[in-house]
């Protein structure tokens, strides 16, 4: 991979020995709608005392039920929303949801992030150029741009002369590469995707998983959210099974998945669709 992407092994200030990502106690509670006038509204809780780690390098699925708190967990783990009580620290900093943008800055250039819906997260009124080489303007990343994204573009598989086009010129497969370009033009640390398979055909899904697959074995670190648990088996090493705010099986993928402990987990599992052999 070229140095533009790939994540270095010796980046300063990296704790080799610590956790990349480190999470303790996390809890977040929302109010929930009022039902009647004049009664006090009650709080759901959609994460309930989490603990998590995540290796430098490592690739970690989380997989559950929808409302299982998949989603939320990583927005505090991006400090994209503010734990009701608990700690996030990405390479031992604490990220406080409430600081300011600039603040967050040093956060901002340790992840990237690619969503489900690859049409609705990228600006339909702005050129292929200008959405990818966003994160390098907001972070203030010195370089060429241009050369940046154009590198960067033909890693994901575009061809650099498509930074001319707009969105809706491309297909969903070819509009969630742009997504994983911008993602990663800034070379973070940390690749985060929610769900950022489920929305492409078989053949897309493939070629989006081998991109990641690349990226993982140079160095970086990955964290899935899928509903799709054979893209977890074939892509993570570790695996952390969430139910109702908690995570309530986590282990390496080949154990978790070949010898569940849970319950819940097994029934995961045996939902997963079978076609029978003629």
Known sequence: MSDAISAPDDVPGSRHDEPLIRARGLRREYLAARKEPFVRRARSVALD???LDVAPGSALGIIGESGSGKST???LLLGLDRPTSGTVHVDGRPVDASASARALHWLRRETGLVFQDPYASLDPRQSVGRIV????RALDIDGDHRAMVAEVLDRVGLAPETAARHPHEF???????VAL????VHRPRILIGDEPLSALDVTVRAQILDLLRELSSDGMTLVLVSHDIGVVQNLCDDVAVMKNGRIVEHGRTTHVLHHPEQDYTRRLLAAIPVIPGR
């Open 49 to 51: 005392d989490v603990d």
């Open 73 to 75: 967990l990583i927005r």
């Open 133 to 136: 080489s966003e994160p390098l």
């Open 171 to 177: 297909s969903g497969g070819q509009r969630q590469r």
């Open 181 to 184: 370009a911008r993602a990663i």
